[in-house]
């Protein structure tokens, strides 16, 4: 159908793009939080195949320690149970299996033995190679053979394993490398024997080799972060940090070190058994790895039930300047020792850290923060005058209690309207003091879905109002990031994954659409328009590829009803000139629409030649980008040949 411009609402947009009249935007503006939610690490980023892989799993939600391994057989040909028998004098728990059948007697064809299902189904695929790791002992010289098997019980790849000990005292590391002959998204691992005797397990493991860099990152969804070009990244949480109880937050000293020896813990906010294999030194180096910088988020003594007073914090004090030395401290010295023993003796670029998570309670709910806070910076800054101290409480509206250098601020609306409008929120902050770190934002309720276009246009709104606020707003994060399709504790999320496939949701393309803002140049400018659903904003900002200047202008429309706008640019220089205009719409048919495995591309961004009028259709999200001779690239949007030129 034909455009009707008399059916659409109209606007008009005045940039100013001289010099002078930008401010910076941080270089720390856009950036990504990672948290263990609906398995975003164990069973998703962190590449390990094997659910429980020390037989430690525990937990309200969890049956058993055994759980979710199956045994192959029934007895009286095999009996399996858990002792406490195992090398490790971390993670006590062993598996022992009693085989007590052989070829010529009751065992089944293939034998008996174990199985893991990993994290519902193990992604194996033809031709690639995975690391399958496993500490045995045997009462007898007991063959033992490890395997991946479809869904149809064909094996994929397998390894015999002979004679495996005569001596029940000594445990034995068996490493195989196996190759998959086909390819199966949701098979298993099986561990069988054929002959009789009692043979333990323990720390059983299985890698693909491909993970990023050897660094143990699932390589699809290590990508789609990778292509937001974050500037920094928080971790590990959230909530996770906290724990319902302190016994279950996260204890970064147990996530170091050798896998084998790590004990795991049941993140009990989140309800599921993590063996910490994304641990704090991961988290560390993912964050190098995206080029990014680490936001440590650490436990201050306080979880969703229980908390510290002044009297008894010290040693998470020291905890928390025990951490900022493993991450920077010299590889000669006590933590950095241990850093450097897991491969990385230069110290990462840890330059902020955050006192808890959402901890400082205005209703006197947990009214050691404020009390315990100060201790914590004192003592940091005393150590490490350079760290960057995040706290949990609100300045955005009213002068802190205490010093800090950036606040923590979450959005986390219920409705479109109110999600869009947020993008005012800040503009009274004061001017002064800790700036903002945008810690947590996302449309929840209704209207988001499970990540739907509306979602993302009301986010669009939002972080216009970021941009432009940008004085006082230093870290934008959405959150959450990842979660599995078969373990939705929440959301909207940003990436969407089960065992092989991933996609990107309409608030991830949205993302996208913002990740040149970092470091970028503010424009001042003048949307001049009746509707309250309408924003827009300028930028410009350096092209890494051939080093030009480029203009974009970003445009959001919640309404119904499609606008035209016109721009006018002022201040550029003489001598510009114009090429390479385009417009990048956010869009689809349906404001409910979401992206599926089924639809990964239903709602994306679609680049397009400029046009001789720009039109914003209802509820979308538009970039407009348009190369102006070697200093100015207005990319993107809706720039046209009409609009873009110099104004005389």
Known sequence: MAFDPTEAQTAKLVINASRSSGKQIPDTFMGVFFEEINHAGAGGLWAELVNNRGFEAEGEKVPSSLHPWEVIGDKPAIVVSIDQTSVFQRNRNALRMEVHCDRSSSCLPDGVGISNPGFWGMNIEKGKKYKVVFYVRSTEGIDLKVSFVGTNGGKLASSDISGVGVNASTWRRVERVLEATETNHYSSLQITATRKGTVWLDQVSAMPLDTYKGHGFRMNLFQMVAELKPRIFRFPGGCYVEGNVLKNAFQWKQTI?????????????????????????????????????????????????EQVNVSAISPSV????????????????????????????KPFDLRYVAVGNEDCDIDKLRPFYLENYPIFYDSIKRAYPNIQIITNCDASKHQLPH????????????????MFHKAKELDSSPRVGPKAFVSEYALNGGDAGNGTLLAAVAEAGFLIGLEKNSDVVSMVNYAPLFVNANNRSWTPDAIVFDSYQVYGTPSYWLIKLFKESSGATFLNSTLQTNSPTLAASAISWKSPVDGKSVLRIKVANLDKKAVIIEISIEGLESSVSFSKLTKTVLTSSNPMDENSFSEPNKVLIHIVNFLSFFKLVMLSTCLGECLLCEQYMCNDVFCTRRWCRRKA
């Open 318 to 345: 020291q905890d928390a300047l025990d951490g900022i030395e493993f991450a920077i401290g010299s590889p000669t010295s006590r933590w950095g020792s241990i850093r450097a023993s897991m491969g990385h003796p």
């Open 403 to 418: 010093p800090a250098d950036l606040y923590d601020y979450h959005q986390y609306p219920q409705t479109a309207e109110d």
């Open 257 to 305: 070190g050798p896998w084998e020896n790590r004990p795991g813990h049941y993140g009990d906010v989140w309800d599921y058994w993590t063996d910490d294999g994304f641990g704090f030194f991961e988290g560390l180096q993912l964050a190098e790895d995206l080029n990014a910088l680490p936001i440590w988020v650490f436990n201050n003594g306080i979880s969703h039930s």
